[in-house]
Nanobody, 126 residues
Framework: QVNLVESGGGSVQSGGSLRLSCEAS???????IGWFRQAPGKEREGLAA???????TYADSVKGRFTISQDNGGNTVFLEVHSLTPEDTAMYYC?????????????????????WGQGTQVTVSS
C-alpha cells in the first residue's frame, strides 16, 4: 500500500531555509515523487520531481533556490528550500506515481500524480 508522509514545514523569516521530507512507502523500483505547493486562493504549483534513479525536474520559478534529493534507498525524498520569501508561503505536498515504461524522467504536472500526502505548512514572514 502506497503511503506518503510529509514533514519539516514551519514558520521562518524571509531569507530563511527549510528542509522538507517525504517518506514514501509501497512503491516498486520505478516511481516518481514530486513536490507541489498550494497557497490559499491559488492553483497547485509543481516545484520539483525525482525518479528512483535520481533524475530531477524543476519548475523554472524555483531553479537555483530549491533542491530535490533522496536517500540511498529512495524511501525518503527531500526538498531543500532556500532564500524564502512571503510568496513561498503555502501548503507543501509530496505526491507519487509510477514511472511509465516510455518515460526517462518525472514531470511536475499535478494531474499525473495519483497519491498525495497530507501536506506540511510553510509560512514565511517578512
Amino acid at each position: 500500500q502506497v503511503n506518503l508522509v510529509e514533514s519539516g514545514g514551519g514558520s521562518v523569516q524571509s531569507g530563511g531555509s527549510l528542509r522538507l521530507s517525504c517518506e514514501a512507502s509501497g512503491y516498486n523500483n520505478r516511481r516518481c515523487i514530486g513536490w507541489f505547493r498550494q497557497a490559499p486562493g491559488k492553483e497547485r504549483e509543481g516545484l520539483a520531481a525525482i525518479s528512483i534513479g535520481g533524475l530531477t525536474t524543476y519548475a523554472d520559478s524555483v531553479k537555483g533556490r530549491f533542491t530535490i534529493s533522496q536517500d540511498n534507498g529512495g524511501n525518503t525524498v527531500f526538498l531543500e528550500v532556500h532564500s524564502l520569501t512571503p510568496e513561498d508561503t503555502a501548503m507543501y505536498y509530496c505526491a507519487g506515481r509510477a514511472l511509465l515504461p516510455r518515460e526517462t524522467g518525472c514531470s511536475i504536472v499535478s494531474g499525473q500524480y495519483r497519491r498525495w500526502g497530507q501536506g506540511t505548512q510553510v509560512t514565511v514572514s517578512s
